[in-house]
Each structure stands twice: as C-alpha cells, then as structure tokens.
C-alpha cells in the first residue's frame, strides 16, 4: 500500500522542491514506484523534473475542481519508476473555487484515494503556505518531512506548522504523523550551520533524520537542466545525501 508524503513548511525557500524532486527520484532509483504530486502554483517541481509547466493543460488544478480525471493528469515514467501530476500558476485559482466546496479540505484526499495503491511512495511539494491547498496535502498525507533550512531564522514559523498540523490531525486527518525533520543546505565550513543543526535538536521535540542535506551548487543547477541529483551528477555530495535521506524515508516505513 503506498505512503502519502507531505513534504510541507510554509516558509519559502528552505529546500521543499529540492527535497521532493530528489527524495523522489532516489526512491526511483531504488526501485520503489513514485508518484510526484506538485501542489505549488510555482510548478518548481514540475519543471525541475523537465516538464515546461507553462505548456501542459492536464494538471493537478484540472483535477482538483473536477474538469479532468486525476488519471488524465498524470505524466507517466517521465524518469523511470517515476511518474508526476505537474502544478503551474492556473493552481492559485484553485483556493477560491475550492471556497464553497463541502469537500474543500478532502479534494485531493478523494482524488488519491484510488490511486495510491499503485505506488510505493506518492511525495507532495507544498507551496509556502499555511492555505487550503498545504491544508489538501496534509489531509490526504500519512506523514510530513519537514525541511529545515540551516540558517538563523530557520525555528521561525515552525511553531505555527506544528499547530496546523496538529488541528489538521484533530478535524481532518487522524492518522497523521510527523515523520520527521531534515536538515537542509548545511554548510559545514560555517559554525552557524552546526549551532542551527544543535539549537533546533534542543528545541523541536520530534523525529529528525540523520541525513543532513549539504549545500551543494550541483543541487541548484540541477532544476535548469531539469533533471534530478542522481541524474545530473550521481557522484555529488547532494545525490549522496538525498540516497542517505531515501534509505531512511524507507526505512521509517518497516
Ligand atoms: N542543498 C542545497 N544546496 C544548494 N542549493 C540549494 C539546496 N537546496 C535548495 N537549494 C536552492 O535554494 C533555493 C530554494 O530551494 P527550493 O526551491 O527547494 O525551496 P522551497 O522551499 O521549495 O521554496 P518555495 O518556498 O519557494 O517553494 C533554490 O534555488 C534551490 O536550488
Ligand atoms: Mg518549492
């Protein structure tokens, strides 16, 4: 039965493309079969994994107010084992006509539901925010990967995550769970890293992954070739981390 990954801060820029685009495609590698779920109107993850979002009309958003089957959004194998529902900027739409909807909250919970079987792992990229649509990701989710950035602001807003994901818990989503906490964009040449990495240890009582995702240039350049870490340059340190972090993701599960 397959596990429904969100992979969800609402603050911007701290590595969830990053994290969903990779994780994926090294649970791809590894065998296991992924769906990519891009719920950001931003579409960084669709077009990180190679797909022009600006030229697709089957997208989550088609799918979300009902237009298209979720079956018709789906680009197949686009790596292999890898298969994605891919977002752009029509998805900010969808906040307001999900407004009058009974199901707001569930829609894509509904969509998933007979698809999730198909897959091993079904990873969803959270826009930066606490809307309805992070809301829809952690309704339909079995657990949240939270990525912390290493800097100085980075317990900023985490607090209120917790608190959303705990009310999502109690009113939408019992079996929810925080499957952890991953470092992100670790500097190793700097001590605020390390102190970040110490501090958020003392202060956030939850799960966090041993892997700790380097800083590394390749994993930035990486989206403009639109192709994923193991693919653009399989020997960098941040395709080593993102192996390290899937073997963990799998791990967790057994
Ligand atoms: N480990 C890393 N090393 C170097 N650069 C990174 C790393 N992780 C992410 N980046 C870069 O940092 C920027 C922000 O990362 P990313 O887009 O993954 O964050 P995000 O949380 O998805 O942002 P948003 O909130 O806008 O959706 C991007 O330019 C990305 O290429
Ligand atoms: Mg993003």
Request: aromatic share 6%; charged share 25%.
């Amino acid at each position: 039965m397959g596990r429904i990954i969100a992979i969800a801060n609402q603050k911007g820029g701290v590595g969830k493309s990053t994290t969903s685009i990779n994780l994926a495609s090294c649970l791809a590698e590894k065998g296991k079969k992924i769906l990519v779920l891009d719920l950001d109107p931003q579409g960084n993850t669709t077009s990180g994994l190679g797909i022009d979002k600006n030229r697709i009309e089957n997208t989550v958003y088609e799918s979300m107010i009902g237009e298209k089957n979720i079956e018709e959004c789906i680009k197949k194998n686009v790596f292999d084992n890898l298969d994605i529902i891919p977002a752009n900027v029509n998805l900010s739409g969808a906040e307001i006509e999900l407004i009058d909807s009974e199901e707001r909250s569930y829609v894509l919970k509904n969509r998933l539901k007979n698809l999730k079987d198909g897959y091993d792992f079904v990873i969803i990229d959270c826009p930066p925010s606490l809307s309805i649509l992070t809301v829809n990701a952690l309704t339909a989710a079995d657990s949240v990967i939270v990525p912390i950035q290493c800097e100085f602001y980075a317990l900023e807003g985490i607090t209120q995550l917790m608190k959303t994901i705990e009310l999502v818990k109690e009113r939408l989503n019992d079996k929810l769970t925080i499957e952890g906490v991953v470092f992100t964009m670790f500097d190793a040449r700097t001590n605020l890293s390390l102190q970040v990495v110490e501090n958020v240890k003392d202060n956030l009582d939850q799960n966090i992954y041993k892997t700790i995702i380097p800083r590394n240039v390749r994993l930035a350049e990486a989206p403009s070739h639109g192709l994923p870490i193991n693919f653009y340059d399989s020997k960098s340190s941040g395709a080593v981390g993102y192996r390290e972090l899937a073997d963990e993701v799998i791990a967790y599960g057994n």
